[in-house]
């Protein structure tokens, strides 16, 4: 059984530049969280969501940051006219419908804002 | 809101010995789960343990066991029989039981381990 998979691994964008984050859930799984870890913090809750629904994107910043998940494929966290104060670890976590606290985490996305 | 903290930025542990990492936390819940992750060098995020608050009985998965302390807020991890592999940065993590936001994970900032061999 497959784990959480993320891609890309590590992503370097320029300044102004849009970037594009990939979670696929592990399989069975219909519950997708995202969370940003900054240098030498832990991980904050950015966005909950179900297949085509946001739940609760609280932890997200308002302004250029979106993400999805659609019915078929991957959820995706995109970031638009990045800035260096971007630049982060991006955790996707997923779990069970009947169960949220057993997310499990993939092994997250290295954005580099240079 | 919750808050987690974690007091000790760095531990360090002789290989074969045993390490306790400390976590505190505030709520007003009487409802939650908390949890410890380990986040290797790899930068995985791992589960290692979890503790349910209604139970009593301290979690406990091979060499990883917990103390914890309702009372005190208090959700220490004890390491037994240190090993190499062992070596990483440890989240405490707190999620509420029940209520609007019950799958947020809220962590601490993280103690890193050194396993001296």
């Known amino acids: 059984n497959a784990g959480v998979m993320q891609n890309p691994r590590h992503l370097v964008r320029r300044r102004g530049q849009e970037a594009r984050l990939r979670c696929s859930p592990m399989k069975g799984h219909s519950h997708v969280y995202w969370y940003r870890q900054l240098p030498e913090e832990g991980l904050k809750f950015m966005v909950y969501l179900q297949k085509e629904n946001i739940i609760d994107e609280s932890g997200m910043p308002k302004e250029r940051f979106s993400a999805e998940f659609p019915k078929e494929g991957p959820s995706i966290l995109r970031i638009q006219q990045v800035v260096r104060g971007d630049s982060a670890a991006y955790f996707c976590?997923?779990?069970?419908?009947?169960?949220?606290?057993?997310?499990?985490f993939g092994p997250g996305t290295r954005l580099t804002v240079t | 809101a919750q808050t987690v903290t974690q007091s000790q930025p760095e531990m360090s542990v002789q290989e074969a010995e045993t390490v306790t990492l400390s976590c505190t936390y505030d709520t007003s819940e009487s409802d939650y789960y908390l949890f410890w992750y380990k986040q290797p060098p790899s930068r995985q995020m791992i589960l290692v343990i979890r503790q349910e608050a209604y139970k009593q009985q301290n979690a406990t998965e091979n060499r990883f066991s917990v103390n914890f302390q309702k009372a005190a807020k208090s959700f220490s991890l004890k390491i037994s029989d240190s090993q190499l592999g062992d070596a990483a940065m440890y989240f405490c993590a707190y999620r509420s039981g029940s209520g609007g936001s019950n799958y947020k994970l809220t962590f601490g900032k993280g103690t890193l381990l050194t396993v001296n061999p």
């Open positions: 976590a997923s779990s069970p419908r009947d169960r949220s606290y057993e997310q499990y």
